[in-house]
């Protein structure tokens, strides 16, 4: 396996980082995970934005242009060969010393991972997933703002040990106020009355790019959608549910907490959004 680790081609093996590196140490980073289909990076623009974005919002200068980090990705991917695949691009603060003050890391470090990402189970799409709702909640935008797709993960970690220790894959998490803010590693949307409602990014999420990807799909198959706060109980009484994300794309949600939603089956709506995804999939590949 391939890595770009600061500017140069190496084995998977040779892809090593300092133990002075802040991004081990405090956690101190952002990164992005990217889908490649055919070849070619799935929404590169909005990924490299949020990313730019996640590292000024934490006063991290990332040492490239968005247009070296893209050569770098197709340059990662040439040599890995792999067309179908995902893409993990990491920005640290880099090396410096024990203490927690960033100005002494001078040079961030950069790395770009290829690799196969593990997705659901192919039955889940069709028969859908088990979640629960966590009782670790999603930090709020006041602290590190979850908009901020930083290498601090562990408020969601903490969320997803409770779903594996609950055996489902995923778990929501609500915000401080106790409304839905987004599951651990996706986005959250409801269908209500044949509405699709997604909460917002003052609910507290990081605002992925599948979600943006299914509300211009919302727009092109002329589905009503509205983003607004959704709270437990709307949850449980939607008609329908389902999950986006990177790795996840577009996957239906059909019990939470051990309730069913809906008719605990996948929707009619969910279902002609994950085949449109599908299609976009394969049109912007081309
Ligand atoms: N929320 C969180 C916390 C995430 O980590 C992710 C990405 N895995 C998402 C939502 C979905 O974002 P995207 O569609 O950009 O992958």
């Known amino acids: 396996m391939k890595l770009w680790m600061n500017g140069k081609l190496v084995d998977g093996a040779q892809g090593v980082v300092s133990v002075f590196d802040h991004g081990l140490l405090y956690g101190d980073g952002v990164f992005e995970g990217i889908r490649i289909y055919h070849g070619r990076i799935f929404r590169c623009p909005a990924h490299l934005d949020r990313l730019f974005a996640s590292a000024e919002a934490i006063r991290l200068k990332i040492p490239m242009t968005k247009t070296q980090v893209e050569q770098a990705i197709y340059e990662t991917l040439r040599a890995d060969g792999a067309k179908d695949t995902y893409v993990r691009l990491v920005v640290t603060r880099g090396p410096g010393n024990l203490g927690l003050n960033p100005y002494q890391c001078k040079h961030p470090t950069v790395f770009i991972i290829v690799d196969q990402i593990e997705l659901y189970p192919k039955e889940m799409y069709e028969t859908g997933m088990a979640v629960i709702i966590a009782k670790t909640r999603r930090t709020d935008a006041s602290m590190v703002p979850p908009s ?15 779903a594996v220790d609950a055996g489902v894959p995923e778990a929501m998490m609500l915000n401080a106020r106790g409304d839905l803010a987004e599951a651990t590693g996706d986005n959250i949307f409801i269908v209500k009355d044949a509405t699709v409602i997604t909460p917002p990014p003052e609910a507290g999420i990081l605002v992925g790019v599948t979600r943006g990807v299914v509300i211009e799909l919302c727009a092109k198959l002329s589905l009503s ?24 794309e577009v996957i239906p ?5 051990h309730r069913g939603i809906g008719t605990g089956k996948p929707g009619a709506v969910t279902l002609r959004l994950v085949k449109a995804f599908r299609e976009l999939i394969r049109a912007e590949a081309r």
């Open 148 to 162: 901020v797709k930083s290498l601090n993960y562990l408020n969601n970690i903490l969320a997803r040990m409770e």
């Open 225 to 248: 959608l509205r983003e607004q706060a959704v709270s437990v109980a709307e949850l449980y009484t939607a008609d329908e549910c389902f999950l986006t994300g990177t790795a996840a």
């Open 253 to 257: 949600v059909t019990r939470v907490d």
